[in-house]
């Protein structure tokens, strides 16, 4: 049987680094992943990393402050501290692998101004940052020799009374089925942006290790924090970055006027995003939008920053709406674009199940709290990552393999599978239940919510997951099947969606990405606090837990 | 609009696997690109059609593909410009065994990624912090490290579909980006193992510069341009015994007697003459060049200026 000390489920930045981490200090480690890790959605992160760097005259302190406020108070102050601290030295390791980083006048690395935080501290690569941040990590992956399982699909968690003992797993190439046995398994599976339609994320980012160890019994946190990006293409909903703004971009009305100066005087374009996107809804809502949406200018910045620095931004312009925007500002809304929320750790990367471990977008620690800052998830991947394979790799010294029947978990994941094959060619097609869902979810559950739309989501989705049933697949063969895939990540997707429309029903206050038009204000008192969600007989289970506090107490929150 | 779209399938659970083609007609929006009007196939008619696919915005490097016979990304060609006589014509990529309908298996390409020892490998001792480098310096690699490792380039590449043992436009880039990078190597960033082993067989002197690379590549990474840089790293770090190093030495001999290349005397002058099976070798690559109307005229005149050309050869010389 595969078997391994560690597995990594996931192989963008915070899987990679995570396994990386693992395979250092001995542990027989492999990584796994539906695509070939250079092709995971890490990859798409364009603006920057944030470092407070203290040769910089900056502090892990005034970074931390700025995370803190972004999360309107919500994020957990003590894990907060430990990214913030380990910060520097995990920008400049990554410069030590090779990513090349832009740098300033002498030689050092540059920085870029990003939303919600008062001096610059924003590390990049041009405009596509993630992308060079994930093939240096795939490089010292490929140095570190770890076993690579590329193009395979978990399906399911195996679980012995209550304690991981490894994972199903299709290699979508071959069309088998294998069981790998792990004394630890650290899921690093990403996101869930596809729930929602339009969407910046992949369309691989389908929320699989949510639903999976959600399934398997961890608990889901803060699943309602959904962030809007303020900069999305209409349509493909594909994100132009922050960096945008972060270099001096403005927003603009039909009338051509900068409304942020209303909404965020001080900060402007430059406030914290789910700040941004609620005001651009606000223009749009009361008719200064032009079609459904608000201007992004970059015209003043010149054509040799934008050359130098927002190059992909503008061919991204170019093939997706045809706008050069050297010559012209381009209509951009706010989008769906990253998950706050996510299985709940303990600052080392445990879960709830033994021997389960999450890191990056998959994971809530908490250090986004109500509101993630641009240049933050970065961090987040592989600060947490590298924590969750350290620990991980310490652990596997104490423990042995959980026993299990191999021949018998796999002639039953076998079953399950064939008789999904097996439908009748009636019901909806999986594109169709999808577009449902994530339309739906995008109607109600977006910058502004308010308990009559978050309802109708929640029967929608009741209704959706009894036709979820019986929709079928074309595809019956074995090599290559991505129809199949597509189904089992709708699956996923509809208990995501599940326990985001939960979260959001019941925290009755708005704060962060959470804004109840029928609850408007934070509402300390009641609702400091995280939403725990975990499976019930019959759906989401809620509960709440405590809200870490070192040295900040909450204040109300301006830019 | 609407689109037909043709594409080359392969289903490999087949008993008797073959290619064939299936002809597709979807309605999609005027600014839908090759990979929207795809995936509407897919979704909407066709649950067996297979393709990698995920960023939708010439990031991931998934979708890489031969739309109208030229390799490049689905998500990067707007269906509008791809439609030749009412139809996009789409294959997987080339170079690379397939695995189902527009899956290609691309093994051999991170085996040859690989090849390359493709991480830092700085000599000297870590700094604390990073390293100082000139802005400039990290640009000039960031145009390198922006390939995205679709195989567009390897898809293409005229070399490699007579000789598949070329490292190949893709790993050589990928090279490059650490010869290139001040930080690896010596202390004044010069990677001299690299350069040495990059210089063997089937590495970097192979390449016959037909620009298919420089065509495909969907991010601007001109991987031919790249290769040229290596070999002149190679030169200038003094290794010039072997074929390759000849070849362009034989070229600045070349150029110098009569102004402008002649290519078709090049192979002659590398392998020496008397070298038969290896001038053979040089043939496929010299009919396709041919084909893609790329091989240069069999009568070799002599330009103007040759004079002026031949002093500036000899500037370069010392
Ligand atoms: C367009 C865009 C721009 C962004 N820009 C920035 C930015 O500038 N700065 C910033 O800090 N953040 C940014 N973010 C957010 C950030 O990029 C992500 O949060 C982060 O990269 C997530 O990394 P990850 O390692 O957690 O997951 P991912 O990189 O998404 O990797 C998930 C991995 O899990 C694997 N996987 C998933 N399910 C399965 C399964 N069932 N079986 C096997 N494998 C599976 C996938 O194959 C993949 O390898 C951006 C996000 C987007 C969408
Ligand atoms: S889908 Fe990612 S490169 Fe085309």
């Known amino acids: 049987m595969l078997e391994h000390d560690v597995l990594v489920v996931g192989a963008g930045l915070a899987g990679m680094r995570a396994a990386i981490a693992a395979s250092s200090r001995g542990a027989n480690t492999a990584i796994l992943s539906k695509v070939h890790p250079v092709r995971s959605h890490s990859n798409a992160a364009q603006g920057g990393i944030n470092a407070a760097l203290s040769d910089r005259g900056d502090a892990w302190e005034d970074h931390a402050y700025d995370t803190i406020k972004g999360s309107d108070f919500l994020g957990d102050q003590d894990a907060i501290e430990v990214m913030c601290k380990a910060a520097g030295q995990s920008l400049i390791d990554m410069e030590h692998f090779g990513v090349t980083f832009s740098r300033d006048e002498e030689g050092r690395l540059g920085t870029r101004a990003f939303g919600g935080q008062r001096r610059q501290r924003t590390f990049f690569v041009g405009d596509f940052t993630g992308q060079a941040l994930l093939h240096v990590m795939f490089e010292q992956l490929l140095k570190s020799g770890v076993r690579s399982y590329e193009e395979w699909f978990v399906t399911s968690l195996i679980i012995e009374d209550g304690i991981v003992a490894g994972v199903m797993a299709l290699e979508i190439r071959s069309g088998e089925i294998f069981a790998i046995r792990a004394k630890t398994v650290i899921f690093a599976t990403g996101g869930c942006g596809r729930v929602f339609e339009p969407s910046t994320n992949a369309l691989i980012v389908t929320g699989d290790g949510m639903a999976l160890t959600y399934n398997a019994g961890a608990s889901l946190m803060d699943m309602e924090m959904i962030q809007y990006h303020p900069t999305t293409l209409a349509g493909s909903g594909v994100l132009l970055s922050e960096a945008a703004r972060g270099e001096g971009a403005y927003l603009l009305n039909k009338d051509g006027d900068r409304f942020m100066k209303v909404y965020a005087p001080n900060m402007l374009e430059l406030a914290s995003r789910d700040v941004v996107s609620r005001s651009e809804q606000t223009e749009i809502n009361e008719g200064r939008g032009i079609d459904g949406c608000v201007l992004l200018d970059l015209r003043h910045l010149g054509e040799n920053v934008i050359m130098e620095k927002l190059w992909q931004i503008r061919e991204l312009g170019m093939d997706l709406v045809g706008k050069d925007m050297i010559k012209e500002p381009i209509p951009i809304r706010p989008g769906m674009h990253y998950i706050m929320g996510g299985i709940k750790t303990d600052i080392d990367g445990l879960t709830n199940i033994p021997r389960v471990y999450a890191a990056g977008e998959c994971a809530n620690v908490s250090v986004h709290g109500g509101n993630r800052l641009g240049a933050n998830s970065l961090l987040d991947t592989i600060v947490f990552g590298e924590r969750s394979g350290n620990h991980a790799a310490e652990a596997v010294k104490h423990i042995k393999y959980v026993d299990f029947d191999e021949q018998a978990k796999i002639k039953e994941e076998k079953a399950r599978i064939q008789s999904i094959l097996d439908r009748p060619q009636n019901g909806d097609r999986v594109s169709k239940l999808r577009l449902d869902m994530g339309t739906s979810m995008n109607d109600n559950i977006a910058v502004y919510r308010d308990e009559e739309g978050i309802k109708k989501t929640v029967n929608d989705l009741k209704d959706m997951k009894v036709r979820y049933q019986d929709v079928p697949v074309d595809s019956k063969g074995k090599i290559f099947n991505t129809d199949l895939i597509f189904h089992l990540e709708l699956g996923f997707m509809l208990d995501v969606a599940e326990t985001i429309a939960a979260g959001a029903l019941e925290r009755k206050e708005s704060r962060g990405a959470q804004s109840r038009t029928d609850y408007p204000d934070r509402d300390d008192e009641n609702w400091l606090k995280h939403i725990l969600v975990t499976q019930g007989e019959d759906g989401p289970q809620l509960s709440t837990s405590e809200v870490s506090i070192t040295q900040w107490e909450p204040v109300e929150r301006t830019y | ?318």
């Open chain 2, 1 to 318: 609009m609407n689109v037909t779209i043709k594409v080359k399938r392969f289903d490999a659970d087949a008993e008797k696997p073959e290619s064939y083609w299936e002809e597709f007609t979807t309605e999609v929006a005027d600014n839908a690109t090759v990979l929207d009007a795809l995936i509407q196939v897919r979704e909407d008619q066709d649950g067996t059609l297979s393709l990698r696919c995920s960023c939708r915005s010439a990031i991931c490097g998934s979708c890489a593909m031969r739309i109208n016979g030229q390799g490049g990304l689905a998500c990067k060609t707007p269906a509008v410009d791809a439609v030749i006589d009412g139809t996009i014509t789409v294959e997987p990529a080339g170079n690379m065994p397939v695995i189902k309908d527009l899956v290609t298996n691309f093994d051999g390409f991170w085996d040859k990624i690989n090849q390359v020892t493709p991480y830092l490998q700085p000599q000297g001792p870590e700094p604390e912090a990073e390293y100082i480098a000139s802005n400039e310096s990290m640009l000039h690699l960031s145009g390198v490290t922006a390939c995205i490792m679709c195989g567009s380039c390897v898809s293409d590449c005229t070399v490699l579909e007579v000789d598949p043992t070329f490292l190949g436009p893709a790993a050589l880039a990928k090279a490059y980006r650490f010869t290139a990078d001040p930080r690896d190597g010596d202390e004044d960033g010069v990677s001299l193992d690299r350069l040495k082993d990059l210089g063997q067989k089937s590495g970097m002197w192979d390449c016959t510069r037909c620009m298919a690379c420089v065509t495909a590549c969907p991010k601007g990474v001109d991987p031919m341009d790249r290769i040229m840089a290596l070999r002149e790293q190679a030169m200038d770090a003094g290794l010039t015994n072997n074929n390759g190093a000849r070849h362009a030495e034989a070229f600045v001999e070349l150029v110098g007697h009569s102004g402008s290349l002649d290519e078709l005397k090049l192979p002659v002058k590398t392998v020496g003459i008397f070298n038969v099976p290896a001038l053979l070798s040089y043939v496929p690559v010299g009919i396709r060049s041919l084909r893609r109307g790329k091989l240069p005229s069999l009568f070799h005149k002599k330009i103007e200026g040759v004079e002026n050309v031949r002093r500036l050869v000899k500037k370069l010389e010392k």
